[in-house]
């Protein structure tokens, strides 16, 4: 057996994602793995369970490793506790994080808030939100489920897990669209958590004495998180929230009950609730919901760290006198302050509506000067475009200054949880046709269907891929399944007629799948008697890189997925719990593949693009220009920004800077030559 002795460097101990690290990393081994920390020693495979330890910064733990790969598994842990569990080797140094509080302790029968008065909770989102209460009352799920033998309930049990799999990956798929790949990552803390064998091994337990499988489920899952809840570190007993989460998840598949959540009204709200679970957040309508404002929870929850990647004012652990806030009353919320003004008078939501005023001066600054093109100081001009996932998102594009789009996901169409069946030619026309129509004459760059990988649709019945990153997805799928392609081919180059559509085939590998693809295109716009159409690829993979120059001979245009290519490229999952820090765009080996994109299209006299998240870092964005990139494709609410930056910079000062950056050997180094 291997004994180690390590101390925890993260800046936030054993929280949710550096346990999910280390719970990962040691599933990959045979090898009975434990944690002890002081008295307590826990299953190093179960997540719930070893964050019930509740490590700080700077503690000790000590880890047994028994089993017939026990050294391959302590070197392992060893190098990746070394390396900070997936938080960068120095995180423990230089990690900035908002102090863990812990929520104040309210009254049991706090009287409501007069006039004018002031409730301070805990800042949670910054921004300022002034309207009515909206009270937040999530509806109770009754078991009255009997037990039907243990083989039933077990089935039971699974079907739903199985079912909350499907729901998580489209809640994940959803947030790294509105957010980015980080803050969707706690939905990976969800899945873990439904098949933490903790959790599993306790309801299967309860099923065996005779309980239902939501009444088991529903017992397990409030122990598991009354006993995080109960720990002196704030910021590990904010977790309880996922495993209350999850838990109501599960337990609305097992009983059949519906959304938990009442409907909001029509009227622009701010949403006050004892406590907001992340799906719940997330599931709020940023064109209804101005704000919230919770009794419990902490700076560092779940629930606001989406509320900030969402732009959403948020108040956290404001105490149990805003629950007592009658519906419909007016109030202040200042995300910033945690302040919350009750009914506040004329002279208050006048000084609060300069505030926000000042607030977004910057961001307005650039948005007056956004329908400007993007052009240096020395004439180069680069074209900004946005990515959408529905034709909801076209009149906000053109409004904040998109020149067109860039990337419109046809998978969010796909993916809509309400959906059972695939979108028909009819559905996928109207909404693409409607885009067009929005652009006039503005391009617009339609991706076919992207799926595969982390990007699952349950109702297609695919088959699980061990490897799926590696695997069928992207233009492979389609080409796999024909009539599904040609259903969507159909219906772009039918809404052709309406604007200027070009069609964008993404994860292509090698010019047979373009030219097969392209071939198919060609086919239908014979039958169709459609106009003419662009056709370009994404370059996502190393191989579409380096084989640019043969590739631009038949493509219209390329536009580059830096989230993609680099995770190809490095060889890391840019998802993976201890390798997402270092799954870095800014390595100089994609730069060097970007720019042997460039050069390979600019030969041929094709353009190129860049789609991925890269495109509006303020640091990438004068390298990318300066490598030749023609179009930035981004989210809508950076195209101002973005805009502004570029007209700052000279085309002479960005070649330097890309120059500088193709010499260096790390991402580090790159970074450090800002």
């Known amino acids: 057996m291997q004994q180690l002795n390590l101390v925890i460097h993260n800046a936030t101990g054993l929280h949710a994602r550096p346990a999910r690290a280390f719970v990962d990393l040691a599933k990959q081994f045979r090898s009975t793995i434990k944690i002890r920390h002081g008295e307590k020693q826990v299953n190093a495979k179960s997540l719930i ?22 050294e391959h598994a302590a070197a392992a842990i ?29 009254p049991a029968h706090q009287q409501p808030a007069g006039a004018g008065a002031v409730i301070q909770g805990i800042a949670g989102a910054p921004g300022i939100a002034i309207g009515p209460v909206f009270r937040f009352e999530r509806i109770y799920v009754e078991v009255r489920e009997r037990f039907a033998g243990v083989d039933k309930e077990h089935a039971r049990l699974q079907s739903a897990l199985e079912a909350a799999q499907h729901q998580l990956n489209t809640l994940h798929a959803e947030v790294a669209q509105r957010a980015d790949a980080s803050e ?11 098949s933490d064998p903790g959790l599993i091994d306790a309801v299967r337990a309860a099923i065996a004495d005779g309980r239902s499988a939501a009444e088991a489920w529903q017992i397990a899952t409030a122990e598991h998180a009354a006993e995080l809840a109960e720990l002196s570190d704030a910021l590990l007993a904010e977790r ?11 337990l609305r598949l097992l009983t059949g009950a519906g959304d938990a959540a009442p409907a909001l009204p029509d009227e622009s709200v701010i949403v006050v609730a004892n406590d907001l679970t992340p799906s719940e957040t997330v599931a709020l309508d940023p064109q209804r919901v ?14 606001a760290i989406l509320a900030r990647a ?32 009750v009914s506040p008078s004329a002279d208050l939501i006048a000084d609060a509506r300069a505030a926000q005023r000042r607030q977004q001066q910057q961001r307005a600054d650039a948005a007056r000067s956004a329908a400007e093109p993007a052009v240096t100081a020395d004439g180069h001009r680069v074209e900004i475009v946005a990515n959408i996932g529905g034709a909801d998102e076209a009149g906000p594009a053109v409004e904040g200054g998109a020149e067109g789009v860039g990337l419109f996901r046809t998978e969010v169409i796909f993916l809509d949880p309400k959906r059972v069946t695939e979108p028909t030619e009819e559905e996928q026309f109207a909404i693409y046709r409607d885009v067009a129509k929005a652009f006039g004459g503005q391009p617009v760059i339609i991706r076919t269907l992207d799926i595969g990988g982390d990007k699952e649709v349950a109702y297609l019945d695919l088959p699980r891929e061990d490897n799926p990153f590696l695997g069928v997805r992207g233009l492979r799928l389609c080409l796999e ?18 604007g200027k559509l070009r069609i964008m085939f993404p994860m292509v590998a090698d010019i047979g799948e373009l030219r097969t693809a392209r071939a198919i295109v060609e086919q239908l716009r014979a039958e169709l008697g459609a106009p003419p159409v662009e056709v370009g690829i994404m370059i996502e993979v190393p191989s579409a890189a380096l084989m640019a120059d043969v590739l631009a001979r038949e493509a219209d245009f390329f536009s580059i997925g830096t989230n993609d290519l680099t995770q190809y490229t490095l060889a890391m999952d840019r998802m993976h719990p201890t390798l997402a820090s270092q799954a870095d765009d800014l390595h100089p080996a994609v730069l060097r593949l970007i720019a042997k994109t460039v050069e390979g299209a600019h030969a041929a006299g094709k353009w190129v693009g860049v789609c991925g998240n890269l495109g509006s870092k303020p640091q990438a964005v004068p390298i990318l220009v300066g490598l030749g990139v023609d179009e930035l494709s981004i989210a809508i609410k950076d195209i101002p920004l973005v805009k502004a930056q570029i007209r700052t910079l000279t085309l002479a000062q960005c070649q330097e800077r890309a120059r500088q950056a193709l010499q260096c050997a790390t991402a580090a180094e790159v970074r450090a030559g800002e």
């Open 184 to 194: 969707a990552a706690i939905f990976q803390v969800h899945h873990e958590i439904l």
């Open 240 to 250: 309880a929230a996922d495993i209350r989460d999850v838990g109501a998840r599960v």
């Open 290 to 303: 101005l704000g919230f404002c919770t009794a419990v929870g902490g700076p560092n929850a779940h629930t």
């Open 49 to 70: 369970s070893v964050l019930t330890l509740g490590v700080r910064r700077g503690e000790q733990i000590v880890v047994d490793v028994s089993g017939d790969d026990e």
């Open 78 to 106: 060893v190098a990746a506790v070394r390396d900070g569990l997936g938080e960068g080797p120095d995180a423990g140094e230089h990690a900035a994080i908002t102090p863990a509080v812990p929520a104040p302790t309210a």
């Open 481 to 498: 399944h024909p009539d599904l392609f040609r259903t969507q081919l159909r219906a772009i180059l039918r809404a052709a007629s309406f």
């Open 310 to 341: 969402l732009g959403l004012p948020a108040i956290v652990s404001a105490g149990a006198g805003v629950l007592e806030l009658a519906a419909g009353t007016q109030v202040i919320l200042d995300g910033g302050t945690g302040m919350l003004t």
